[in-house]
């Protein structure tokens, strides 16, 4: 079965520091990897996602990054965080059939 | 445009009691279609999807959903809730038309809460 790890799973940063998630996954090689941010009242937002090592698509510009530098290996950064940028950010591996497979989550709130 | 609609936000209901959340989609094309689990402060946890087949699918937990082509619905559906199901429950559509990297549409979200 898959797993997914993602840290840290809970993080306070102030306003314009750097911002590193990572998101490590289990399992099948060359996944299709996601990052997805649940902030309040908004749903699920597709940040990124990858089909494989270095290559990113961005789905909604904004403040953050991604990269891929390893196989199993998807992080999220930014070099200032925004106010904006709270949220539950999470990670997921695409299936079979398209549905998606979700780590736990990193709940970053930022002050 | 394809989208994805969840009508109601919340959903209170007592324990023992049935439960249906709506899910409706907008398509041209041909679907796979999902509902996901929230418990708070975790991930998504797939419940059941239709593919293909059947129009009735069952899933874990208890849960099940009937694909209405005619009507562009998913409703998700439990005879008999339990205080445990208080989650958000989340619809999701996969179409056909966007190419290799196509992605999931996800709704809104419903916020099923189980009263005792």
């Known amino acids: 079965s898959q797993t997914i790890h993602q840290w840290p799973a809970t993080l306070v940063q102030p306003v314009g520091s750097p911002l590193s998630l990572e998101c490590t996954v289990e399992?099948?090689?060359?996944?299709?990897l996601y990052w997805y941010r649940q902030a309040a009242g908004r749903g699920l937002q597709l940040l990124f996602y990858s089909v494989g090592i270095g290559q990113i698509s961005s789905e909604v510009p904004q403040n953050l990054s991604a990269s891929r530098p390893q196989d199993r290996q998807f992080i999220l950064s930014s070099k200032k965080l925004l106010l904006s940028d709270s949220g539950f950010y999470l990670c997921a591996e695409r299936e079979g059939a398209g549905e998606l497979f979700f780590g736990e989550g990193s709940r970053l709130t930022v002050l | 445009a394809q989208s994805v609609t969840q009508l109601d936000s919340q959903v209170p209901v007592f324990e023992e009691a049935p439960v249906e959340l709506r899910c409706n989609y907008s398509s041209s094309v041909s679907v796979y279609l999902f509902w996901y689990v929230q418990y708070p402060n975790q991930g998504l946890q797939l419940l059941l999807k239709y593919l293909s087949g059947s129009t009735l699918v069952k899933g874990i937990n208890g849960f099940e959903a009937e694909f209405n082509k005619s009507q562009t619905s998913f409703h998700l559906r439990k005879p008999s809730v339990h205080i445990s199901d208080t989650a958000e429950y989340f619809c999701?559509?996969?179409?056909?038309?966007?190419?290799?990297?196509?992605?999931?549409?996800f709704g809104s979200g419903t916020q099923l809460t189980v009263l005792p």
């Open positions: 999701a559509v996969l179409h056909f038309s966007s190419g290799s990297a196509r992605q999931l549409t």
């Open positions: 399992g099948t090689s060359n996944p299709n």
